[in-house]
């Protein structure tokens, strides 16, 4: 008999960063806690936004490099067709209902939740925008969710 795969979920970014760095404190235990032993997934758009707060805070080449490492430990999700046609959708249905992840400003945010609903598994974050998103399951630690 064979066990069971562990069910994935897709991390944000705010998640993963506190993950990946292995940051100590209740929260980032909480999703520690959360997420187990569930096979954990990256949109493309984690990756960008990880690699671009690197370079923002001036990483030098050796901690970019380790940076490059737990990124390849990990599963990235890259856009396909239908991806795009659910990203395209999801901003459809939520500038219809008025929720944020309509506006232009929250396009990186989109492509995260596009990236979870195109395979059809949980969103694994901290940040509100996600709340009520149409066809998305959200899994968060935040207090009061």
Not at 11 to 16: G, K, Q, Y
Request: charged residues 25%.
């Amino acid at each position: 008999m064979t066990s069971a795969r562990p069910v994935g979920v897709v991390v944000d970014t705010m998640v993963i960063s506190w993950l990946l760095y292995e940051r100590p404190g209740p929260v980032a235990d909480r999703y520690r806690a959360l997420i187990e032993t569930k096979t954990v997934l990256l949109a493309f758009q984690t990756v960008m936004e990880l690699r671009y707060g690197a370079l923002r805070a001036g990483w030098g080449e050796l901690r970019r490099r380790q940076l490059e490492r737990r990124i390849a430990e990990l599963t990235v999700v890259q856009p396909d067709d239908q991806m795009i046609s659910d990203c395209a959708e999801l901003r459809q249905r939520c500038r219809q209902i008025g929720h944020p992840l309509g506006d232009k400003v929250h396009d990186g945010d989109r492509w995260i939740a596009a990236a979870a609903i195109r395979l059809g598994l949980p969103l694994v974050s901290h940040d509100g925008v996600f709340d009520r998103a149409p066809g998305l399951e959200r899994l968060t630690a935040a207090p009061g969710m």
